[in-house]
C-alpha cells in the first residue's frame, strides 16, 4: 500500500532551523516527482518546493534561499531544510508524490501532514 510519512515538524523560534523528512513506501519513488506543501488555518494549500526524479528543484518565491529540498532514493526519502524560519511560515506542511503510470497519467498522493509553528 502507498503511504508517506512525514516527521521533524515542531515548535521552533524566529530565526531557527528545521528539517522534514517524508519517507515513502509502495511506489516507485525514484520515478516521482516529489513536492512539499503547506497549509495555514484558513488558507489555501500551497507548493512549497518540488523535486523531480532526476534532482531539478523549485521552489516558492516566498522560501527560496530559505529552505533547500532533497532526496535520497536509497531511503525512498524526500527532505526540506528550513533556514532562517519566520513566523508566517507556521502551517501544516505536507508531502506528495506524483507517480508517472505511463498512458494512464500520474498518480498523486499525500502524507498526513507535520505541524511547524515559528513563535517566539
Known amino acids: 500500500q502507498e503511504q508517506l510519512v512525514e516527521s521533524g515538524g515542531g515548535l521552533v523560534q524566529p530565526g531557527g532551523s528545521l528539517r522534514l523528512s517524508c519517507a515513502a513506501s509502495?511506489?516507485?519513488?525514484?520515478?516521482?516527482?516529489m513536492g512539499w506543501y503547506r497549509q495555514a488555518p484558513g488558507k489555501q494549500r500551497e507548493l512549497v518546493a518540488s523535486?523531480?526524479?532526476?534532482?531539478?528543484?523549485d521552489y516558492a518565491d516566498s522560501v527560496k534561499g530559505r529552505f533547500t529540498i532533497s532526496r535520497d532514493n536509497a531511503k525512498n526519502t524526500v527532505y526540506l531544510q528550513m533556514n532562517s524560519l519566520k513566523p508566517e511560515d507556521t502551517a501544516g506542511y505536507y508531502c506528495?508524490?506524483?507517480?508517472?503510470?505511463?498512458?494512464?497519467?500520474?498518480?498523486?498522493?499525500w502524507g498526513q501532514g507535520t505541524q511547524v509553528t515559528v513563535s517566539s
Open positions: 509502495g511506489i516507485i519513488f525514484d520515478r516521482c516527482l
Open positions: 506528495s508524490a506524483d507517480e508517472p503510470m505511463g498512458r494512464f497519467g500520474t498518480l498523486t498522493y
Open positions: 523535486i523531480t526524479s532526476d534532482f531539478g528543484t
